[in-house]
């Protein structure tokens, strides 16, 4: 998830808890506040009625024959009434104030109502004072849907507000991953530049990079300068020692025998310095020192290659079959490196084939890339090695000591240095053989 | 043919220098920019050999110092340290080949006759292989007044060999020469063996091929008087 979602999310959810408690009490004080307004008025009419009473007497109120007496205003929101009590309660003179719902006239309404007990002229009495509360509830019901509508409206006020803020926010970030990190291919590449922004961490964030590529860039040129030197300085008594045997060899009189070791020896320096080369050529194309600048034409490098390898289908009496359409321009590429590319996987379905079997090269163009598949009816190879016939010094066949396992590392890297894929189809996937399929991507 | 080898390991030198000696070139040795630079400007070479990586000094300097001194010396410009830039820098400033290290004497020597031929256009550009007639200008190899039609990769081997004619020249020197540096997962292919007997039998169609031997457990052998 983006952070800036994250942000946003947090924010909004953090708000949306705020209002909701907010939204929950509220309702509650309002109530509160309401309730100390009417109490306050019933008192006060207690009060007036209270005075009245003493100034008057009940019968001035006009009791009817029960003794009692009720009076409503209008809209029944107001009311007063004395009834005659039997018992005398046990707090007696003390003020309740209660809700209650009141049946009056067939309309029940919900009132405040304040009641006190009084004894007057030897006769127990009750007075209730009502207030109608009903239309408080509707007021409290509107200010409650009114807040939380203003509430929601402010929410997503808010969340796009941050939204827009946080993406100002980290736009320093944005271009630090972006054309710092993953634009850079090659730490050489790297150019140590201060960044556009005043939030502290995000200075030090790509100050830390900086420093970092600076390291990497070192280490890298260290590297290079080291597998340079390592390969003069292996190289150099190889070199003494070839030529060395080479004007042995080239010495009248020397026996049958003695040439043949010596020829031995030629061959062991020979598989010495191709292992030797084979590292240099790998790390050289880790190390970024190909120019990547030329086009070629996949079908026509098929073809040569195949022309380079025709001793061996012959040797084998393998029939190779070939058969390419569509464009098979490729560019940018180093024609030297495709070259050794498409060459290493052919030489290599050619060892693992059997004799007097068939490959099968195939050029197929796709939307976004030009296919070449290269499969053979060789003895294959076991689904759990698939993943691994990449690696260096690998050989899957115990009898195969006639190769040192870095064709195909060579052609991973390759691949690599030209964001070319390679599939392995290989196991039980296919009746017999393996099959490679290299995707050439078409540049945009 | 007066050839100047310029290489700061002394052993590799001395090799070079044993072996073009053996095969008639007068050699001189600098061990150092500076005194290569002094040989180059008072002397007069057919072949300069530069090592590019000179203690003192880089061979790439030097060639272009005597390019541009006027020195027309076939420059070979050898190297151990692998870096493509070499190549490309050293032909740009008009080398006129680039071997890397190590490399086999016999295509050192097939290299300067190379040259040679290109600078001075020989005029007479066949060579005579018992009864086959081989010219080296037009690619063709004739019996009388039959061509016959051979691979680039066949040619290549027939000339190789006649070039060094008498002498046993190994699977390795042979593979080298004709697959370069290409790099060859394996090391112990004999492929050359498909085309040498490709070769034989084209030959024999024509005339007597005995005079290509095959020498047990080493190599081959053109012999020729």
């Known amino acids: 998830m983006k952070l800036q979602l994250k942000f946003a999310l947090y924010n909004a959810l953090s708000k949306a808890i705020i209002i909701l408690a907010f939204g929950l009490a509220l309702p509650v004080v309002i109530e509160q506040v309401v309730y100390n307004h009417v109490d306050d008025r019933l008192n006060a009419r207690l009060d007036k009625m209270t005075l009245m009473i003493e100034r008057g007497g009940v019968n001035e109120i006009a009791l009817d024959q029960d003794c009692s007496f009720s009076s409503y205003n209008i809209f029944k929101e107001e009311y007063v009434a004395i009834s005659p009590l039997s018992r005398m309660p046990d707090d007696f003179g003390k003020i309740h104030i209660n809700n209650s719902e009141r049946n009056i006239e067939n309309e029940i309404l919900k009132h405040r109502v304040l009641s006190q007990a009084f004894i007057y002229d030897n006769q127990l009495y009750n007075l209730e004072i009502g207030e109608g509360i009903s239309s408080l509830d509707h007021l409290t019901d509107t200010i409650r849907e009114f807040t939380l509508r203003m509430m929601l409206i402010i929410i997503l006020i808010f969340i796009f507000l941050d939204f827009g803020f946080v993406q100002i926010l980290l736009r320093p970030f944005r271009k630090i991953t972006s054309q710092k990190l993953r634009n850079i291919r090659h730490p050489e590449n790297f150019v140590p530049m201060p960044i556009q922004t005043s939030t502290t961490e995000f200075i030090e964030l790509n100050q830390e990079i900086n420093e970092m590529m600076k390291k990497i860039q070192l280490a890298f040129r260290s590297e290079r300068e080291f597998i340079t030197n390592v390969s003069h300085e292996l190289l150099t008594p190889v070199s003494i020692l070839r030529n060395r045997i080479e004007n042995l060899m080239n010495e009248s009189g020397i026996p049958n025998e003695v040439l043949s070791q010596l020829a031995e020896s030629q061959k062991t320096l020979s598989r010495l310095t191709r292992v030797v080369r084979a590292f240099l050529y790998i790390s050289k194309i880790e190390n970024d020192q190909y120019l990547k600048n030329e086009s070629v034409n996949l079908h026509e490098l098929t073809i040569d290659v195949i022309s380079e390898v025709e001793e061996r289908l012959e040797e084998k009496q393998i029939k190779l079959e070939k058969n390419f359409s569509g464009d098979a321009d490729f560019y940018p590429c180093n024609k030297s490196l495709i070259h050794t590319l498409i060459f290493n996987i052919i030489a290599n379905a050619i060892k693992y084939s059997l004799p007097d079997s068939k490959i099968s090269v195939t050029g197929v163009e796709s939307n976004s890339s030009y296919k070449i598949s290269i499969a053979d009816e060789g003895v294959g190879i076991e689904e759990q090695n698939i993943p691994h016939i990449f690696d260096r010094f690998r050989r899957f066949r115990p009898d195969d000591t006639m190769s040192f396992g870095l064709g195909l590392p060579i052609v991973k890297t390759i691949a690599e240095f030209h964001g070319i894929s390679i599939e392995v189809i290989g196991g039980k996937a296919r009746l017999k053989g393996t099959e490679f399929i290299i995707g050439f991507p078409k540049s945009q | ?225």
């Open chain 2, 1 to 225: 043919m007066n050839v100047l080898i310029v290489e700061d390991e002394r052993q590799l030198s001395h090799e070079i220098e044993i072996f073009l000696t053996k095969q008639g070139y007068h050699c001189d040795v600098a061990f150092n920019g500076k005194s290569a630079s002094e040989k180059i400007f008072i002397n007069s070479y057919d072949f300069v050999l530069m090592d590019i990586g000179l203690p003192d000094s880089n061979g790439l300097q030097l060639l272009k110092e005597a390019k541009e001194g006027g020195k027309d010396a076939a420059f070979i410009m050898l190297t151990a340290r692998g870096t493509i830039d070499d190549k490309i820098s050293g032909l740009d400033l008009g080398a006129d080949d680039y071997l890397a290290k190590p490399f086999s004497l016999l295509e050192l020597q097939a290299r300067m006759q190379a040259i040679l031929r290109r600078k001075h256009g020989l005029k007479n550009n066949t060579i005579q292989i018992s009864d086959f007639l081989m010219d080296i200008q037009n690619r063709t190899v004739n019996h009388g007044s039959n061509q016959i039609n051979l691979t680039k990769k066949e040619f290549d081997i027939l000339h190789y060999m006649a070039l060094h004619k008498n002498r046993v020249i190994t699977r390795v020197q042979l593979t080298e020469h004709i697959w370069g540096d290409v790099l060859e997962d394996d090391y112990e292919s004999n492929y050359i063996d498909v085309h040498m007997k490709n070769l034989r039998k084209k030959l024999s169609q024509y005339g007597n091929s005995d005079f290509i031997e095959t020498v047990r457990g080493i190599g081959y052998r053109l012999n020729m008087s």
